[in-house]
């Protein structure tokens, strides 16, 4: 935790003023004096270990409960430390105070969660779950910060809040869950490329968008589901998701028998931005009779300038 006046507080100071035996301490704090209570005291929890951790533990949770909303939120500032010595309960108070009545209180959860979520996965997975759906702009944002975090240390609980989030009606979970597929496209995980393969279909521009960026990983990670998401990705009919899908299709093998299909469907594509990079690879995967011939064919349909001059 961040360092404050109450990490001046001698150990053998600080239970007895965490759990209210003693009003108030004087510490020396950078070279000032200062007069502690028993917040401060909540938030110098964490250095207590050994034999004192039940003691420590008890009056955390007291905090937690306590009708004063300060020592809620001392609680919440010391609960992610603390529970790496013991847990039993504390994510029971989190989970009620995301919903407390007072605001900085839920602020200091919410914050609270982003700290614990990747650490302890599963007994956070409800109140995560719960957040992540708040009609509330605030929290729902804090929530998928939490969700990236845990994407990044637990990439397989991600998947399983991002499976059930693209299956929701609402636009913007879709969208939010669908922006963290990028970063676990480099897990080799047939959850994933599931994933990238659904919401390259959804009916939204955006979550194709979001995914369609997940495309590049993918092409260096597992360049054979690359190429099936390429098929669908590099016809769609928004831009944003074909230029995406064209940088991925450049990072591919274009010899392999479905990338040269995937070639020759796109020297024939409606954006030319496909048609040129599709014709610049035709010398790579045809011999010269074969390129002639196709070159002669193009010509004949092809409508733009300077198309007409790459295939002359």
Same mark, same amino acid.
């Given at each position: 935790p ?8 001698s ?19 950078r070279?000032?004096?200062?007069l ?17 951790q ?22 919440l500032?010391?609960?992610?430390y ?11 108070h989190?989970? #009620? $105070?995301?919903d407390?009545?007072?605001v &900085?209180? =839920?602020?200091s959860?919410?914050s609270? !969660?982003?700290i614990? %979520?990747?650490?302890f996965p599963s ?5 995560l779950r ?16 939490a969700?990236?975090?845990v994407?990044d240390?637990?990439?397989e609980?991600a998947?399983?809040?991002?499976? #059930? $989030?693209?299956?929701e009606?609402?636009v &913007?979970? =879709?969208?939010?869950a669908s922006?963290l !597929?990028p970063r676990? %496209?480099?897990h080799?995980s ?13 009916e ?11 495309l590049?990983?993918?092409?260096e990670?597992a ?6 998401a ?5 016809f ?5 998701v =074909?230029?995406?899908?064209l ?7 274009p010899?392999s028998y479905?990338?040269?299909?995937l ?6 594509h409606?954006?030319r931005?496909i ?6 690879m035709?010398p790579?995967?045809l011999?010269?009779?074969e390129l ?8 004949n ?6 198309i ?5």
């Amino acid at each position: 935790p961040e360092e404050g006046p109450w990490d001046a507080l001698s150990l053998d100071r600080i239970l007895p003023l965490a759990a209210g035996r003693v009003k108030a301490e004087t510490v020396i704090w950078r070279d000032r004096e200062r007069l502690l209570s028993r917040v401060d005291a909540i938030r110098a929890l964490p250095r207590i270990r050994g034999r004192n951790q039940e003691e420590a533990h008890s009056a955390l949770e007291d905090a937690l409960g306590d009708i004063d909303p300060r020592l809620r939120i001392a609680g919440l500032f010391s609960l992610p430390y603390c529970a790496l010595q013991h847990s039993a309960k504390l994510f029971e108070h989190l989970h #009620e $105070l995301v919903d407390d009545v007072d605001v &900085d209180v =839920r602020k200091s959860a919410q914050s609270c !969660l982003v700290i614990v %979520a990747p650490v302890f996965p599963s007994a956070t997975e409800e109140t995560l779950r719960k957040e992540l759906r708040e009609n509330q702009r605030a929290r729902r944002k804090s929530a998928f910060s939490a969700l990236r975090n845990v994407a990044d240390a637990w990439p397989e609980v991600a998947e399983l809040h991002i499976d #059930e $989030l693209i299956r929701e009606d609402e636009v &913007d979970l =879709r969208s939010q869950a669908s922006a963290l !597929l990028p970063r676990l %496209a480099r897990h080799n995980s047939p959850t994933v490329w599931d994933l990238i393969g659904w919401c390259l279909q959804d009916e939204d521009a955006s979550v194709r968008r979001n995914s369609a960026r997940a495309l590049m990983p993918l092409a260096e990670h597992a360049p054979k589901v690359a190429q099936i998401a390429l098929e669908i990705s590099l016809f769609d009919e928004d831009e944003q998701v =074909r230029m995406s899908a064209l940088k991925a299709f450049n990072k591919m093998d274009p010899t392999s028998y479905r990338m040269q299909r995937l070639l020759m469907d796109g020297t024939r594509h409606r954006d030319r931005n496909i048609r040129i990079n599709c014709i610049k690879m035709l010398p790579i995967v045809l011999v010269d009779a074969e390129l002639r011939a196709l070159a002669t064919e193009l010509s004949n349909q092809e409508t733009d300038a300077e198309i007409l001059e790459m295939l002359a």
